[in-house]
Each structure stands twice: as structure tokens, then as C-alpha cells.
């Protein structure tokens, strides 16, 4: 999991009409590194069958989140995080973060009030919504972090 540090340097996500979420600063910092866009939605089966997934791409109609820094009202970090429709009344309170999860490195959702039932950390980070035959970023597990 993320530590308190990471935490801290992070940014709030607003989300239009839906609550805020929490961006840890490992996950801003591995946005970046893969070009600055990351969209999250929620789709079939998945970890748990809960559904959710990242893609580095985003559909037509993705709701923006407003970026800032706890306490300002806005920052511009080069950075654009979307949601779907069906995933963003879910997220209030959530925790995006990037870390080694089940021994590969991955954007995971450390927290998510709205979701009942356990964490789940064992999401697909690209592809299709496919379940486990959606490939992670690092199913290679050669350590994303150390590019």
C-alpha cells in the first residue's frame, strides 16, 4: 500500500456532480510516465466482479476530473484523469494509487467506501474488460517503477 507519504503528496480529483477521490503522488507519478492520461472505468467480471479497470485511452464521453492540490483551487500537473459514468458515483472517498500488487506493479484502488466487500487489488490495468485475460501493464513483472 501506498505510505502516509506517498498520500500526502497527492492531489484531489474532483469529480463533476460525484465527490472527490484521493491520487496518491506514485500514481501521478506513473500517469506521467505513461503519457499523462489514465481513465478508470468499471466493466464485466474483474477482480472480485467488481469490474474495474484503467485504460491509457479515453471514450467519447468521459466525465474530467478537476485536479488540485488539498487546500488550493486547481493545479495544472500535465496530468488528465477520467471516469466513466457507471464508476464515478463510487468513487467519493476513494484512493487511486500505483504499487506492487499481487507480485506485479499496477494502479490499484486502495480504498472505495461506496463498494462493499473486501479491497480489491488485483486489477487489470489495460485491455478490454476481460477479467484476468486483460493484460496488467506489468505482466512481464519487469518493474514499471525502475523505467
Known amino acids: 500500500m501506498g505510505s502516509p507519504e506517498a498520500l500526502g503528496r497527492g492531489l484531489e480529483a474532483s469529480i463533476p456532480k ?21 481513465h478508470c472505468y468499471q466493466g464485466q467480471g ?5 469490474g474495474l479497470y484503467f485504460s491509457r485511452t479515453e471514450p467519447k464521453k468521459p466525465i474530467r476530473c478537476q485536479l488540485s492540490a488539498p487546500g488550493t483551487s486547481g493545479r495544472d500537473e500535465g496530468i488528465v484523469i477520467s471516469v466513466s459514468h457507471e464508476l464515478a458515483a463510487k468513487l467519493d ?19 472505495m467506501p461506496a463498494v462493499k466487500g473486501p479491497a480489491c487489488t488485483c486489477l487489470r490495468s489495460i485491455g478490454p474488460s476481460a477479467g ?11 518493474g514499471l517503477s525502475d523505467l
Open 132 to 142: 484476468k485475460r486483460s493484460p496488467c501493464l506489468d505482466d512481464q513483472g519487469i
Open 18 to 38: 460525484h465527490g472527490t477521490f484521493i491520487v496518491t503522488g506514485d500514481a501521478l507519478a506513473m500517469i506521467g510516465v505513461f503519457g499523462g492520461l489514465l
Open 46 to 50: 474483474g477482480c472480485r466482479r467488481q
Open 93 to 111: 472517498g476513494a484512493v487511486l494509487d500505483f504499487g506492487t500488487f499481487n507480485k506485479m506493479q499496477r494502479f490499484v484502488w486502495l480504498a
